[in-house]
T-cell receptor, first 114, second 114 residues
Framework: GAVVSQHPSWVICKSGTSVKIECRSL??????MFWYRQFPKQSLMLMAT?????????EQGVEKDKFLINHASLTLSTLTVTSAHPEDSSFYIC??????????FGQGTRLTVV | AQSVTQPDIHITVSEGASLELRCNYS??????LFWYVQSPGQGLQLLLK??????LVQGIKGFEAEFKRSQSSFNLRKPSVHWSDAAEYFC????????????FGKGTTLSVSS
């Protein structure tokens, strides 16, 4: 089946630094990718929709200047958490859409800001 | 409003016993329906999905789900649960259109007792 690789799987960073998370579709092209945030014991919260070659669409309440999304190619989207703070610590998951009803998820990234 | 409801937050089932996880949705049209499973610290794995046709859908790992339009439900079932089925289960709906993200339920935690 289709594979989405998300990297890194976990990262620890100091408060005030930036962290980049990559989401790659390995064997298909994805014009649309999605970024989610998941708090412990909770569901996935959509952060933004990333479309190749255009600006991402952010959900209400998500700071676009803090969570920078770039979708430069049909197989790669990146999420950069800028000036990270402890409250940004979370589990981030991406998904790539391979067609109608075909969303494939990455393994997730555990971000810890200290 | 579009939504997904998973009424059961936590279910405990004895190993070998049958399982049913409930999912109700509210959507403007017949949506694409999904069940995903998530192990701790991992991404989401697709168990099965329904678009149209036979309302009883077979998935991986022995799971099946039945779409009931009249009840706006898409319940997940397994005849005999294994200890390895312990995980978080998410029901999701979507239009499948480009740029439209899936809507997830809050999830059901499945524990399996021996």
């Amino acid at each position: 089946g289709a594979v989405v690789s998300q990297h890194p799987s976990w990262v620890i960073c100091k408060s005030g630094t930036s962290v980049k998370i990559e989401c790659r579709s390995l064997d298909f092209q994805a014009t649309t990718m999605f970024w989610y945030r998941q708090f412990p014991k909770q569901s996935l919260m959509l952060m933004a929709t990333s479309n190749e070659g255009s600006k991402a669409t952010y959900e209400q309440g998500v700071e676009k200047d803090k969570f920078l999304i770039n979708h430069a190619s049909l197989t790669l989207s990146t999420l950069t958490v800028t000036s990270a703070h402890p409250e940004d610590s979370s589990f981030y998951i991406c998904s790539a859409r391979g067609g109608p009803g075909n969303d494939f998820f990455g393994q997730g990234t555990r971000l810890t800001v200290v | 409003a579009q939504s997904v409801t998973q009424p059961d937050i936590h279910i405990t089932v004895s190993e070998g016993a049958s399982l049913e996880l409930r999912c109700n949705y509210s959507y403007g049209a017949t949506p694409y329906l999904f069940w995903y499973v998530q192990s701790p610290g991992q991404g989401l794995q697709l168990l099965l999905k329904y678009f149209s046709g036979d309302t009883l859908v077979q998935g991986i790992k022995g799971f099946e789900a039945e779409f009931k339009r009249s009840q706006s439900s898409f319940n997940l079932r397994k005849p005999s649960v294994h200890w390895s089925d312990a995980a978080e289960y998410f029901c999701a709906v979507g239009a499948g259109q480009a740029g439209t993200a899936l809507i997830f339920g809050k999830g059901t935690t499945l524990s399996v007792s021996s």
